[in-house]
């Protein structure tokens, strides 16, 4: 595991550009399945259709697992930290009200990885949206509520 001192110098690398396709991760502190629930899990998605709604993102993949997130988007309006700090701030507050409970729902940042334009994007989102599979969650794909994909 990283020190304090290289996370941080993994994120000092950190670039925003407009336009740019990234593969988002967000976990749960201690990996609490908090989001096991349909209701939870929906408010998150709901969280993500905000942001495209808000013209800060277009959400063109997700997958909501009980204790993480995976977020395929291309950015738009805004740097990808103020995004991620928005839709993390929603979140926490939804989830909390739902959840009667208090206190931050996130581990601090997220992981990020800037899309290539080479890379197969469906590839990507196939990957992300099988997720549920690979957890052994569901048999089929398709029995997994929580996802999406502007591709399937």
Known sequence: MPSQHQSHRLRSGRYSEEGQIYL???VVNNRQPVLSGFEAGRLVVDAF?????????????????PDHFHWLIELKSMPLRTLMGRTKSRTTVALNRLLQREGSLWQSGFH?????????????????????????????????????????
């Open 112 to 152: 990020d990885r800037a899309i290539r334009k080479e890379e197969d994007l469906q590839a990507v989102a196939r990957y992300i949206v099988a997720n549920p599979l690979r957890a052994g969650l569901v048999d089929k794909v398709g029995d997994y509520p929580l996802w999406d994909a502007i591709w399937l």
């Open 49 to 65: 259709r905000k942001a495209q709604q808000e013209q800060s993102a277009n959400s063109l993949a997700f997958v909501v697992m």
């Open 24 to 26: 988002l991760t967000v």
